[in-house]
C-alpha cells in the first residue's frame, strides 16, 4: 500500500495535519506503507500540478491529498476516510 501526502506527514504545532493523521492511524492498525510525497498544494489547476497530485487525481478524481493506493489498486482520499478504512482493516 501507498500513502500519498503533500510535503511530508509531520505534526504541526497549531492543528492537525491530515496527512499526518492519515499515516498514524495506518500504522496504528498494524500497517506500514510507502509514503510518497506529492508535493504542491491542492487547489492549484491540473495542468500545472506535479506528476504524483496526477496520479492521486487519476486514482480519486482529486488533486487533494492524503490518498491511500491499496495494494489491490483501489483508491480511498481524504483523511477521515483513510483514518476510518484504518480501524475497520487492521493489519493481520
Known sequence: MKLHVCWGAF??????????????????????????????????PGALQTPGRKRVHAGTGSHWVPALQLDDGTWIGGSKRIVAWAREHPAA
Open 11 to 44: 505534526a504541526t504545532p497549531v492543528h492537525e495535519h491530515v496527512c499526518a493523521s492519515a499515516l498514524q492511524a495506518l500504522r496504528d492498525a498494524g500497517h506500514d506503507p510507502e509514503v510518497e510525497r506529492t508535493y504542491s498544494f491542492g487547489a492549484i
